[in-house]
């Protein structure tokens, strides 16, 4: 993702490794300034490391990243299909909104 068009200095991708060193989980979370909201997403577990904190502890990694950034809050976005990444974010923290439905125009 750092390699990407819109990743600059208010963007942080963040890994978690386990005792043995391998990757476990990893989140990039992106600042839209000083005191403003800052956004988590994509976070993500390996399939081998879930159930074990990891998604939590990376996902409140990020929400510190964000405050170093200066950001005065800190958001997620995720569908309302993705169970596992919704306990995730409830465990980190995150309270749940009211749905949002997407718009789709038929082409």
Known sequence: MSAGPFYADDAR???????????AAVVTVWSAGPGKPGLVEPMGVHADH??????????????????EMGSSSVRVCT?????????VYKAAGFKARPEIGDRIRNA
């Open 13 to 23: 991708c963040l890994g978690a490794y386990d005792d043995r060193g391998s990757p």
């Open 79 to 87: 569908t309302s299909s993705n169970v596992g990444g919704i306990a």
């Open 50 to 67: 879930r159930g074990r904190g990891y998604g939590r502890a990376i996902t409140v990694a990020g929400a510190a990243a964000l405050r």
